[in-house]
């Protein structure tokens, strides 16, 4: 639901509240979610996290079939998301003890945020249905912004990804993709590669997110953490420079 509600320029909980509002709010999410989905890439890429299910079977068929009919059950899946099936199934869908809504739109959700239904559901049971008779009581719209300001359509994600890659660098297809959100991570050996003993199971390194930038600080004890220079990079003395198997301090002389 953050995510959602990021993509619209909303807080969250402003966002929950206002649920039966505008139907611009989920054309937008139609518009982004579809976008995501026509990259076949990204489906590839999200068959490495489901466990064996029917789902998975579909897919790696999917997979294997040509290219006329890969895109066209692409297209099938974008056409699953109505704006007002989205606005039924955000609003109504926690409650929902049947399958009210259309199976494509449900697994549209958990591919973009790249999760496994079955594992989201064993951890998050269904609540319980209120009962019939009842109302929903009325949501005020989200509040208008004031004379002469405008409301921004997007802010910026606070999510990074990190791909494993093979020895030619190319995206290793084997393994999965780290999807980490929030503005703070500490990466170590049990969340980016539990079999690799070059990895501290400490503290290995942490990621942060600084005035829309992100910053990597090193927090190993031996010092293991490096970034491949790929373009000009900013450096300070006390740097440490690799070159080869050769480690190198970067000073500057003293006045």
């Known amino acids: 639901m953050t995510r959602y509600a990021s993509l619209v320029g909303y807080d969250v909980r402003q966002f929950e509240r206002g649920l039966t509002g505008t139907i611009s709010i989920y ?7 579809g976008d995501y989905l026509e990259d076949e890439s990204n489906v590839k890429r999200y068959m490495v ?10 897919l790696r068929k999917w997979a294997e079939s040509g ?4 895109k066209r059950y692409l297209r099938d899946w974008r056409s699953f998301l109505s704006a007002s099936v989205l606005r ?7 409650t929902e003890s049947s399958q009210a809504y259309k199976e494509g ?3 549209a959700f958990y591919l973009y945020a790249h999760q496994d239904r079955q594992d ?10 209120p009962e ?7 949501v005020r719209p989200p509040a208008e ?8 359509v997007f802010t910026q994600e606070k999510v990074f990804l990190l791909r494993r890659l093979q020895e030619n660098n190319s995206i290793d297809p084997n393994r999965p993709t780290l999807v980490f959100d929030g503005e703070s991570h500490v990466l170590n050996r049990g969340n980016v590669d539990p079999e690799n003993l070059t990895i501290t199971s400490k503290a290995q390194a942490e990621i942060v997110f600084v005035d829309g930038e992100w910053w990597l600080e090193d927090k190993s004890v031996m010092r293991t953490t490096f970034i491949q220079v790929n373009k000009r990079t900013k450096i300070a003395k006390g740097d440490i420079i690799v070159l080869g198997n050769r480690r190198f301090l970067f000073d500057e002389p003293t006045e």
């Open 27 to 33: 054309e937008k999410i139609e518009e982004v979610v």
């Open 49 to 58: 996290f489901l466990k064996d299910s029917p789902l998975k079977l579909q």
């Open 67 to 70: 290219d006329v009919e890969r």
């Open 88 to 94: 039924k199934l955000l609003f109504y869908g926690r």
């Open 105 to 107: 739109v449900i697994t």
């Open 120 to 129: 989201f559901l064993q951890e998050n049971p269904v609540p319980v249905a």
């Open 132 to 138: 019939r008779g009842g109302t929903i009581p009325p």
């Open 145 to 152: 912004p004031e004379h002469g300001s405008t409301m921004p």
